[in-house]
Every structure is written in structure tokens, then in C-alpha cells.
């Protein structure tokens, strides 16, 4: 069984930089045959999709976050983690990672459980 | 403000059947798969509807997709209390990114 756990500070100050990991245990994390996104919730509120990346490390960012963020992978150690830098109190949320699965049109198949960071002083 | 518009809330009695709709534009429901992602409260999002109508194994036959333009629908008949949920469309966007609606609150009376 598939599953993605969310790790990183539940704090962050404004103007810092929100970094986040998510492992990956279960599958073939390597495999083509995925691409790993983020995706958040403020409370509340919906869900915005923020980016993905392909364990090649090809991404492809939500274009109303794309200066702010990066996402990297770690294929030894099933990882892919989250960047967004300067951070405001708009930014928090609960920060979910998930799989996108090609055999069903690239859907979210597999989600993590979610991560809440705050952003305040 | 959601790129993709859907009724704040729906509502149903048990047995009933209900259907939450998703609005979109051409440049996203218009051209592009629909999804459709289950959200009870307190956890992650589930994936219940992709490719419009198809449903992914596991997921009840009791749940329907479909797609008109730029529209979509998520269809749930025999309503069941565990359906209480938050409902998602999502669906990739011609501007290069995913979009999901704002969600709808089913509750079941």
C-alpha cells in the first residue's frame, strides 16, 4: 500500500522561507509512471493545487505561486520536497503532497494525511 | 475566487439521489478531463471520479460523473449518512495548472 507522509516545522515567521518534505513509501516512487505534487488548504476554505514534479526533477508550478516556490526530489530516499519562500499569513494552510498516477489521467490517487503550518511572529 | 464554480452546499435525505455541478470555461472543462475528489472532514481529499465518468476501483458504483461543455456533474444516488462530505472538481487548466472548485458541502438530512 501507497503512502505519502508530509514532515517539516508546523511554524514559520513571515518573510521566511516554509520548507516541507514528503516520503514516500509502498510504491515504485521512480517510476514514469507518477509525478508527486503539494497541494494546500487554508482552513476553511478549497484545496490549490501548487506544483509537481517528475522524478526526472522536471516541475511545473501553479503560475500564481511560481516565483515563490520550488520543489525538489530525492529518488534515493523517496522524497520531494516543498520550498515557498517569503512567506505571509495567506500561506497558511494544511500542506497536503499526493501522487498523480498516469493510469487514471494523472488524478491524485495516493494523498498524505496533511501537514498544518502557521505562518505568525 | 474558484476558477471553477460549484454550489456551496447540497443537501439529501438517505436514499436519495443528488448531483453537485462544476462550471468552468472553455479553457479548462471545455478542453480537459474532469476529476472529482471526496473530502470527509478532518481528512485528505479521496479520489473518486476521473476521465469525466470513469471510477477508479473501490470507489461504489453509486457515484457518477459526466460532462457537457463546460460543465460537469458528480452524481450520488442511494445516499448513504458516511456521504457527508466536501466535494471537489478539479481539472487541468489551460494556463498551466490544475484548478480546483470551491467545493461543495454535501450534508445528509
Known amino acids: 500500500q501507497v503512502q505519502l507522509q508530509e514532515s517539516g516545522p508546523g511554524l514559520v515567521k513571515p518573510s521566511q522561507t516554509l520548507s516541507l518534505t514528503c516520503t514516500v513509501s509502498g510504491g515504485s516512487f521512480s517510476s514514469g509512471s507518477y509525478y508527486w505534487s503539494w497541494i494546500r488548504q487554508p482552513a476553511g476554505k478549497g484545496l490549490e493545487w501548487i506544483g509537481r514534479?517528475?522524478?526526472?526533477?522536471?516541475?511545473k508550478y501553479n503560475p500564481s505561486l511560481k516565483s515563490r516556490v520550488t520543489i525538489s526530489v530525492d529518488t534515493s530516499k523517496n522524497q520531494f520536497s516543498l520550498k515557498l519562500s517569503s512567506v505571509t499569513a495567506a500561506d497558511t494552510a494544511v500542506y497536503y503532497c499526493a501522487r498523480e498516477y498516469s493510469g487514471y489521467d494523472w488524478s491524485f490517487d495516493y494523498w498524505g494525511q496533511g501537514t498544518l503550518v502557521t505562518v505568525s511572529s | 475566487q474558484s476558477v471553477l464554480t460549484q454550489p456551496p452546499s447540497a443537501s439529501g435525505t438517505p436514499g436519495q439521489r443528488v448531483t453537485i455541478s462544476c462550471s468552468g470555461s472553455?479553457?479548462?472543462?471545455?478542453?480537459?478531463?474532469v476529476y472529482w475528489y471526496q473530502q470527509l472532514p478532518g481528512t485528505a481529499p479521496k479520489f473518486l471520479i476521473f476521465r469525466n465518468n470513469q471510477r477508479p476501483s473501490g470507489v461504489p458504483d453509486r457515484f457518477s460523473g459526466s460532462k457537457s461543455g463546460t460543465s460537469a456533474s458528480l452524481a450520488i444516488s442511494g445516499l448513504r449518512s458516511e456521504d457527508e462530505a466536501d466535494y471537489y472538481c478539479a481539472v487541468w487548466d489551460d494556463s498551466l495548472s490544475v484548478v480546483f472548485g470551491g467545493g461543495t458541502k454535501l450534508t445528509v438530512l
Open positions: 472553455s479553457s479548462n472543462i471545455g478542453s480537459n478531463y
Open positions: 514534479i517528475y522524478p526526472s526533477g522536471s516541475t
